[in-house]
């Protein structure tokens, strides 16, 4: 089993920035990828961004390259992920997930956080 605890979110205007955190416990060795998901009521959870603990190959959604960098500390079993020039439609509950490969699919990652909410207003 891994565990993952997510921190950082909150409230922030649109045009800042929030750092995210996602620690990870348990059997991490289990999972080479770490990954960010978000989503918002009534749609599909979808994909954020990736990274691998080994090597640091990281992968981002269209939506957000240029302006949310993920990073990963191997030594704390932490995943982070900065997201900079916030918009509004990045509001959503973000989820860090654990899984074997470095892919955008839901349902491959195996073990997930609770979650942490990021509110951007205008």
């Known amino acids: 089993q891994v565990q993952l605890v997510e921190s950082g979110g909150g409230l922030v205007q649109a045009g800042g920035s929030l750092r995210l955190s996602c620690a990870a416990s348990?059997?991490?060795?289990?999972?080479?990828?770490m990954g960010w998901f978000r989503q918002v009521p009534g749609k599909e959870r979808q994909f954020v961004a990736a990274i691998t603990w080994r090597g640091g190959n990281t992968r981002y959604a269209d939506s957000v390259k240029g302006r949310f960098a993920i990073s990963r500390d191997n030594a704390k079993n932490t995943v982070y992920l900065q997201m900079n020039s916030l918009k509004r439609e990045d509001t959503a509950v973000y989820y860090c997930a654990a899984g074997e490969y470095l892919v955008v699919t839901t349902s491959l990652y195996d073990y997930w956080g609770q979650g942490t909410q990021v509110t951007v207003s205008s």
């Open positions: 348990g059997r991490t060795f289990s999972s080479e990828a």
